[in-house]
């Protein structure tokens, strides 16, 4: 479908879309050029883009300075934000020739979701949407449902999803291409597989308790229960704020590290002697793939951790995967 020969372009929000669009380039899905446009006033992106400069981006790939969305589409462009105000303006007003749905986390699955469900609008499911931003949503859905109809659109995916959702989108004309990181994968070693004998344990940390899914004190016994156990390393996520990090900064047995490089950048490398421990989160999937020796347990979220008003169709969304191992928490005090 893409002009191979041809230049792209990337609108790229948070670093997991940037990672998903340096590979679909690398493995020769979006053009012989491209050209990653990341959104301005997104700090964790700036320190992304300055990581993977570093690593060494893959040949043909040019990052601009942090920007606002594009104007028009240009003949490829790949988004990692379905549910994006900027994503849909653009598609309303001037859609790309071609476009690349990239990942953005679980959410992906939430966007396939809407794509193949006429009831399910494009929009976030715990975000209260605006009149004019459920008007907006509802115009781009049709607006991408016709360039799907067109055979316009392909999907780019490090996300295991489920048959019922690749036996839809097949019948509707929709590729479902897999993410592999292959380029992740080929870069050097991060270190973190060298240096000190014994298990490291990582704890990935999580939104949900800052975006207000989750019971702060519940989930902080959890971790303070890993890390009495033996020490452990915290990877804060870029969204969490003082509500988890300030009581668990000097905790003992906590090594707290601020997570402004991607957890798939600072991770790989990792051998079978280290141990990640996590929430549901996106990380699994992709980890699993760039980082295989690893013991990754990926937890599910216990009923009375979730918020009252926390929607069961949000709950949906943010489980581990029905058909990978996962674990249930249990506390004690």
Known sequence: MTDVTGTAQAWVESPFQLLGALEAHAS????????????KDVEPLVTAVAEVTRLGLPAGVTISLPTGAPRRGGDDLAVGDAFSG??????????????VL????????????????????????????????????????????????????????????????????????????????????SLPDSGIGSGRDGRETVVLGTSMVANRLIKAQPYLAWVRQMANAGPVVYRAHRRENGSTLSPLTNYPGITMIHGEVPAEIA???????????????????????????????????????????????????????????????????
């Open 86 to 99: 900027a994503v849909h303006r653009l598609l309303v007003q001037a859609p790309p020739r071609r476009l």
């Open 267 to 333: 991770l790989r490398g990792m051998s079978s002697r280290h141990q990640v421990v996590t929430l549901p989160t996106t990380a699994v999937s992709s980890l699993r793939l760039i980082a295989p020796q690893a013991n990754i347990q990926e937890f599910a979220v216990p009923e009375d951790w979730w918020m009252p008003e926390v929607a069961e169709s949000v709950r949906r969304h943010l489980v581990p995967d029905p058909d990978s191992d996962f674990l249930e928490i249990t506390q004690h005090s």
């Open 102 to 185: 990239l990942d953005d986390g679980r959410s992906t699955r939430r966007v396939m979701d809407a794509i193949l469900d006429e009831d399910i609008p494009l929009t976030r499911p715990h975000v209260r949407q605006s009149a004019h931003r459920a008007v907006l949503a509802r115009m781009a859905k049709r607006r991408l449902l016709k360039m799907i109809d067109a055979g316009r659109v392909r999907v780019i995916t490090a996300l295991p999803l489920p048959e019922r959702v690749l036996d839809e989108a097949a019948l509707i004309g929709l590729p479902i291409e897999p993410n592999d990181f292959a380029w992740l994968r």
């Open 28 to 39: 020769g899905r979006l053009g012989e050029r491209l050209v990653v446009l990341p959104r």
